[in-house]
T-cell receptor, first 113, second 109 residues
């Protein structure tokens, strides 16, 4: 597609449930980043893919968070046993390589009640 | 550790010039980026520096000094629509893109 697409745009879930957030990158972009952003803060790095592999997952806060990119295109961020503190906007960004800028999707606003 | 610092908020007057500073400490350096983010929207790319010096793009310019771990974003002829959060981001040697907390700029008439 023309831009980075994230679905759903909004997700409300109950504490303890499992959620999946999807990111469709710009066609041909090999780099894909996931971030979490809370109100008034900058994007907090979670994980970075180069192709199919996670090049750096040092930002994942704990083992409830997991992300995959099986074919080097679409990525899914998975959160198990959600907690109220997981509520935030989850942003995906993709780039064409190591030296180009990253383009952001509109984000998924996750609310855990 | 990795750290990017920028002021939390700034205020400037319409038509004026404002400079937003950013200092960084990262695991290697592979480029510095500035993004603009309006409330409720995704960040959008403004500028990229990988070599020392000034990059100019219309009303916006960005400067980099790698030896000092320092950058600034200069906005000229400020307009009300420039009120937004400005994010400094550094790509480290592994390709990870790390953001600062953002500077909330308010442009007053």
């Amino acid at each position: 597609g023309a831009g980075v697409s994230q679905t759903p745009s909004n997700k409300v879930t109950e504490k303890g449930k499992y959620v999946e957030l999807r990111c469709d990158p710009i066609s041909g972009h090999t780099a894909l980043y996931w971030y979490r952003q809370s109100l008034g803060q900058g994007p907090e790095f979670l994980i970075y893919f180069q192709g199919t592999g996670a090049a750096d997952d040092s930002g994942l806060p704990n083992d409830r968070f997991f992300a995959v990119r099986p074919e080097g295109s679409v990525s899914t961020l998975k959160i198990q046993r959600t907690e109220r503190g997981d509520s935030a906007v989850y942003l995906c960004a993709t780039g064409g390589g190591a030296v180009t800028e990253a383009f952001f999707g509109q984000g998924t606003r996750l609310t855990v009640v | 550790g990795q750290n990017i610092d920028q002021p939390t908020e700034m205020t400037a007057t319409e038509g004026a010039i404002v400079q937003i500073n950013c200092t960084y400490q990262t695991s290697g350096f592979n480029g510095l980026f500035w993004y603009q983010q309006h409330a409720g929207e995704a960040p959008t790319f403004l500028s990229y520096n990988v070599l020392d010096g000034l990059e100019e793009k219309g009303r916006f310019s960005s400067f980099l000094s790698r030896s000092k771990g320092y950058s600034y974003l200069l906005l000229k002829e400020l307009q009300m629509k420039d009120s937004a959060s400005y994010l400094c981001a550094v790509r480290d040697r592994g390709g990870k893109l790390i953001f600062g907390q953002g500077t909330e700029l308010s442009v007053k008439p």
